[in-house]
């Protein structure tokens, strides 16, 4: 009976992680169905033994991860204690992702658009000139608990709010 109730646990808390990752996945966009090969590394795919899932288990399990995700999200990321830990580690570790196409740095007053979805504001004031397609960025908070996105190319910071 313990085993079942830890398996049990188990897999809410690996379904759990999924649609967690849903909400974070950069690499969905409005177009695309959600895909847990996506959400997952290849290692991560593995682990939790989805491989071994048929194409219409695979596509069950997407079809599901979308109505959990839609249903309960919000509420998980308020009131579950490991969704909750997970967003803590996430919020210290920062978050890599690119912007959107060309850059043109920052002037006081930028939108940042992201691929992983995300739209965040310039919160602080500065200027930036640099130009890159799609260059690599971080966001992480700073010691103050504020959010900074660095364009690591540049190997600069700006502070940011996020809207989107």
Same mark, same amino acid.
């Given at each position: 009976?313990?085993?079942?109730? %830890? ?7 690996? @379904?759990?992680?999924?649609? %967690? ?10 177009? *695309? ?10 290692? *991560? #795919? ?10 219409? *288990? ?9 109505? !959990? ?5 919000? *509420?998980?990321?308020? !009131? ?10 996430? /919020? ?8 959107? &196409? /060309? %850059? !043109? &740095? ?5 939108? #940042? +658009? ?8 310039? +919160?602080?004031? &500065?200027?930036?000139? @640099? ?6 960025? /971080?966001?992480?908070?700073? #010691?103050?608990? @504020?959010?900074?996105? +660095? ?7 700006? &502070? ?5």
């Amino acid at each position: 009976m313990v085993s079942m109730s %830890f398996s049990r646990t188990c897999k809410l808390a690996v @379904y759990t992680s999924l649609a %967690f990752g849903l909400l974070l996945a950069s690499t969905l966009t409005a177009e *695309e169905p959600p895909d847990v090969r996506a959400l997952m590394t290849a290692d *991560e #795919f593995k682990a939790a033994g989805l491989e071994r899932l048929s194409p219409s *288990e695979l596509e069950a399990l997407n079809r599901w991860l979308l109505r !959990h995700t839609a249903r309960q999200a919000s *509420e998980l990321r308020q !009131h579950n204690e490991l969704v909750s830990e997970e967003i803590r580690k996430v /919020e210290q570790e920062g978050v890599r992702t690119r912007i959107a &196409g /060309e %850059f !043109h &740095g920052w002037d006081g007053d930028t939108i #940042f +658009r992201l691929e992983n979805g995300q739209v965040w504001k310039q +919160r602080l004031p &500065g200027n930036l000139h @640099y130009r890159a397609s799609a260059p690599e960025v /971080e966001l992480s908070k700073n #010691f103050m608990g @504020y959010w900074m996105l +660095r364009v690591l190319e540049a190997d600069r910071a700006v &502070g940011v709010t996020r809207i989107d």
